[in-house]
Structures are given as structure tokens and as C-alpha cells.
């Protein structure tokens, strides 16, 4: 769904699967737990993550700091004319849990907020202040993310060789 921080991707690509799991490799490297400061410097890769098999999960490896940041999970698929990959974007579930609890509060905060401006039937200015909070938390998320996402999408296809053919 297009409203929502999500993105999922085909890829199509006529590499070879060993070929293709080889070029991914070479832009991957194990995940760090920390990663800035003195520990973060030396990275020649662009995304941290695994492969195991046909399938990999993987994130970019950034110098700043995005909770929005997609975790990437992809499956290569034999096709008659090539190779097909699924990739997956999502956001991480602890992100994913936090959003949802905080928007559930601000949007019982709404809740009251409208009950109380239709039993007093008079508009006060602060009744708007919880929707503004809803409308700026999905404008930063899905902005966040999409900014993200669009970088990776443009390096899959260029590390896989590929062309999209389906969003």
C-alpha cells in the first residue's frame, strides 16, 4: 500500500544466481552493534546484514542516525528467463510498535479533544494541536523512510543489474 512505509519490489535480472549472490556479498558486510564513533569508522561496504541461501536482510549502512531506516529482506527466485528477486522494505518492529502506541494516545488525546469542543459546541484553537501531532508523526515517518528507500531500490537495481517490474 502506497500510504504506508512499506515497499515491495520485483526485480527481474538475467545473472546467474551465483553471479548475482556474489555481487550482493560484495556489498555486504556482517551487522556491528554499534556503529559510530570510533567504532564505526572503516566501513568500505554500503549495507550491513546476511545472506543465507537465496534469501538475504540487509540495511544501508548510514553515517547519521534514521529510526525510519527500511531493514531490507529479499528472496531469489529461479525464472525460465532469468532470475527473479522479491525485496521487502519495512520498518523495524520496535519502530513499528512505538508508532502504534504513541499514535493510539495522541489519537485518544483527539478523541477527547473532539468530545469535549462538541459538548461545549466552541472552537478553541488547541483542539487542532493532536491532529497537527498525528499529521507531522506520518509526514516524518513516511517521509523518512521513503527518502531511504529510494536510495536502496536505485542500488539493488544497479547491484543486481536488473530492471523493476513490479512496485
Not at 572503516?42 to 538475504?56: L, R, V
Not at 462538541?118 to 523512510?145: D, Q, R, V
Amino acid at each position: 500500500m502506497k500510504f504506508l512505509p512499506t515497499e515491495n519490489i520485483i526485480y527481474k535480472t538475467r545473472l546467474k544466481e551465483d553471479e548475482l549472490i556474489r555481487r550482493l556479498s560484495d556489498y555486504i558486510e556482517p551487522e556491528k552493534t554499534f556503529r559510530f564513533g570510533i567504532f564505526g569508522s572503516g566501513s568500505t561496504k554500503s549495507y550491513e546484514g546476511q545472506i543465507s541461501g537465496q534469501a538475504f536482510n540487509i540495511k544501508r549502512i548510514i553515517s547519521y542516525r534514521n529510526s525510519f531506516l527500511p531493514r531490507i529482506n529479499g528472496v531469489i527466485e529461479r525464472d525460465f528467463d532469468g532470475l527473479t528477486i522479491k525485496v521487502k522494505m519495512r520498518l523495524h518492529i520496535f519502530v513499528i510498535v512505538f508508532l502504534c502506541i504513541w499514535c493510539g494516545g495522541v489519537g485518544l488525546g483527539c478523541l477527547a479533544f473532539l468530545m469535549q469542543a462538541f459538548s461545549k459546541s466552541e472552537f478553541n484553537p488547541a483542539t487542532i494541536i493532536p491532529f497537527g501531532m498525528l499529521i507531522f508523526a506520518y509526514a516524518l515517518t513516511m517521509g523518512a523512510f521513503k527518502f531511504e528507500s529510494n536510495k536502496s531500490k536505485k542500488d539493488l537495481q544497479t547491484i543486481f543489474e536488473a530492471h523493476i517490474i513490479e512496485v
